[in-house]
């Protein structure tokens, strides 16, 4: 395993482009708030990146290496948290990036939790099972020093499922020598997972979505939604939505996307999709068309959920967006430059450290039920979750309306906030010139 040269900025050794746009919402939350220079000092870089090679025998008997990082992006509000992804495009600016935006989500939702992240440059659709078992072991086996309860918890992402977690969950227990289900979040049920994860991101978006109806002027028996990405997060944000009235008239997948202004049934899609592993050729209730992946986005309807990956909305395609309405569920799918003439055009974003927090505040709540040894029920799990969405989406609308600034900028001030008071709390450099 090596660490990256403390010297060099982390993303020196990779495009710096994605961190430095991810920053701006920093620098753009600071103009809108007194904070201690020593905080945006702190901000800058990473605290700790390690990167491993992880070397697998595959089941023909060869040997092959996987890049891999985890990154504790900082540490100020409590131990760094964030996902693993298993994904063919990672690379190390990326998982920082992501860090960042963990420790932005996390203040948002005022949780004890600083922000990391972790992942591998694989694709996991060219394994066999018994390859990202030992993939996943292997993750946890290079990283297991970095990683801990009271100091970096990992959790799921993409391509990294219920039971790849309970493979990292259990390899972390046998290196450790005792069970330590507290390192990792996102556990199955049956192994120290909590009721209400599985669907916890999509829910708390829709209850961000839901809380802000009445603000957006949104009727959910008229507003149509198109979905990106139909995974575990789009997935179950179609089935709630749904469930309420909202039509779903687009959704698509990584094979391409269907269409249909009479909308779908998301159980039935997700029926198809689980025979057919695609979600084309799936019907909806009037004339169903196929149509290009990218076409989602730029679908007539009131309400847009990128739910796939980062990027996805850019100068490439924003003149063309309809959707009054950007539920940011994916992390960062809204380019810094689209996001701005969005906002400009009149669009609402909410914005992904809000938008999709409800898994990191469930993963939270498996973390507290962990360490206590006492399990909640799925109904307790699910009114924490709407009162914590409720009062954090309250707050960065009440703090946009204010200050006449966007739901993103709101929210970053607003967690910038919590961070800085963090950081404050320690002393700066004006406590020890007066000392
Ligand atoms: P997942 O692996 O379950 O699903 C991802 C989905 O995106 C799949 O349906 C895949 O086919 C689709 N996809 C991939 N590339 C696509 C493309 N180019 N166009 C359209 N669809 C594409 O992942 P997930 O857990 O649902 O996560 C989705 C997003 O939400 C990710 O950006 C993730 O970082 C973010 N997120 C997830 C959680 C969580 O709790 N799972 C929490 C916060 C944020």
């Excluded at 939702?109 to 972790?118: C, R, S, V």
């Excluded at 029926?271 to 730029?298: D, F, M, N, P, Q």
Aim: charged share 25%; hydrophobic share 40%; with cysteine.
């Amino acid at each position: 395993m090596t660490q990256d040269d403390p010297a060099v900025p982390a993303t020196g050794t990779d495009s710096p482009s994605m961190l430095d746009k991810a920053r701006k919402n920093l620098h753009r939350a600071c103009e809108h708030l007194n904070i201690h220079p020593d905080v945006i000092e702190e901000l800058k870089w990473p605290r700790e990146t390690l990167s491993a090679t992880l070397l697998i025998r595959m089941d023909d008997g060869s040997r092959r290496a996987f890049k891999s990082w985890r990154c504790r992006y900082n540490d100020r509000r409590g131990p760094t948290k964030g996902g693993v992804r298993f994904h063919p495009n990672v690379r190390l600016s990326e998982i920082e990036t992501l860090a960042f935006w963990m420790t932005f989500k996390c203040a948002v939702a005022d949780l004890p939790f600083g922000g990391g992240k972790g992942g591998v440059s694989v694709d996991v659709k060219a394994l066999s099972r018994t390859e990202l078992e030992r993939l996943s072991r292997t993750y946890i086996e290079a990283f297991a020093p970095f990683i801990g309860p009271d100091r970096d918890i990992l959790a799921p992402d993409l391509y990294t499922n219920g039971i790849v977690i309970a493979w990292m969950a259990d390899e972390y227990s046998s290196i450790s020598g005792q069970p330590s289900p507290t390192a990792i979040t996102g556990k199955p049920v049956a192994f120290g997972g909590t009721a209400g994860r599985k669907d916890a991101t999509a829910r708390g978006g829709y209850f961000a979505l839901r809380h802000l109806e009445k603000s957006l002027e949104i009727d959910p028996d008229k507003a149509t939604v198109a979905i990106q990405g139909f995974g575990n997060v789009g997935y179950h944000c179609a089935k709630l939505l749904h469930a309420d009235g909202y039509r779903i008239v687009g959704i698509s997948d990584s094979s391409g996307g269907i269409h249909d202004s009479d909308g779908f049934d998301p159980l039935a899609v997700m029926e198809h999709k689980h025979k057919t592993g695609s979600v084309l050729g799936a019907k909806g209730h009037g004339k169903t068309r196929e149509i290009a992946g990218a076409e989602v986005l730029t679908l007539d309807c009131d309400v847009l959920v990128p739910a796939a990956l980062e990027g996805q909305i850019t100068a490439a395609n924003w003149a063309d967006i309809k959707a009054r309405v950007i539920l940011e569920l994916a992390n960062g799918p809204v380019g810094h430059q689209a996001d701005l003439e969005l906002t400009k055009k009149g669009h609402v974003i909410i914005p992904d450290i809000l938008a999709n927090s409800g898994g990191v505040i469930v993963s939270h709540l498996e973390w507290v039920q962990n360490r206590s040894g006492y399990y909640w029920d799925n109904s307790r799990v699910r009114e924490h979750l709407k009162t914590t969405m409720d009062r954090e989406t309250q707050a960065v609308w009440m703090q946009q309306t204010e200050l006449g600034v966007s739901m993103r900028e709101a929210a970053y001030i607003h967690a910038l906030r919590r961070i800085a008071e963090a950081v404050e709390a320690r002393g700066t450099e004006a406590y020890f010139e007066g000392g």
